[in-house]
């Protein structure tokens, strides 16, 4: 519905906590290769192709979070927000 309004198009990927909802897996490339930096313990994953900036940060998951989104690995459990945003070229550089 955000993206309806205007915002930027975001997702939410599990990283190493137990997957509440099946669309909280990677799509492409991008959301794998999020995933893999975030469980080395990156905080942050930008790239930049096809006219977008894809943006990719962890969201620790503590508190009551971890009651359900706990990790197997006995890790503290995160997940990442991953958000594409559409780039447009800079005038007399198209």
Request: aromatic residues 6%; positive net charge.
């Amino acid at each position: 519905r955000m993206t309806e309004l205007g915002w930027p198009q975001a997702r939410f990927l599990a990283v190493n906590a137990v997957v509440m909802y099946p669309d909280h897996v990677p799509r492409d490339a991008f959301g794998k290769r999020t995933i893999q930096a975030l469980k080395r313990g990156d905080e942050r994953l930008e790239q930049v192709s096809d006219n977008q900036l894809r943006v990719a940060t962890v969201v620790p998951l503590g508190g009551s979070c971890a009651s359900c989104h706990w990790s197997p690995s006995g890790q503290s459990p995160k997940a990442a927000t991953t958000w594409t945003i559409p780039l447009r070229p800079v005038l007399g550089h198209e």
